[in-house]
């Protein structure tokens, strides 16, 4: 089994910044990607970054320019760090880890809330 542990959400002001951290710990071979996904109030849930064991990174069209996602490989866990934050950008945050162990398994996070607002 994995778990999955984020922290870093919170309320900060428009213009502002916050950093997201996910821990993977457990029974896997290797994490081959880590992502972050969000989901803001009626909205359905989009793909916010992700980085690839090998470093690859790929960003959604909202945050590019704003995000920068990052992972230390010792610690198994990634980083999303966030600037710019505008109102739009308010969603629960999740954690996606996609681990290699005989087979590839996908695990969720339980999400961290980011609330951007005045």
């Known amino acids: 089994q994995v778990e999955i542990v984020e922290s870093g959400g919170g309320l900060v002001q428009p213009g502002g910044s916050l950093r997201l951290s996910c821990a993977a710990s457990?029974?896997?071979?290797?994490?081959?990607?880590m992502s972050w996904y969000r989901q803001g109030p009626r909205k359905e849930r989009e793909l916010v970054a992700n980085?690839?064991?090998?470093?690859?990174?790929n960003y959604g069209d909202s945050v590019k320019g704003r995000f920068t996602i990052s992972r230390d490989n010792a610690k198994n866990t990634v980083y999303l760090q966030m600037n710019s934050l505008n109102p739009e950008d308010t969603a629960v945050y999740y954690c996606?880890?996609?681990?290699?162990?005989?087979?590839?398994?996908?695990?969720w996070g339980q999400g961290t809330q980011v609330t951007v607002s005045s």
């Open positions: 457990g029974n896997f071979f290797s994490i081959l990607v």
């Open positions: 980085i690839r064991s090998n470093g690859d990174t």
């Open positions: 996606y880890v996609k681990t290699f162990a005989l087979r590839i398994n996908e695990y």
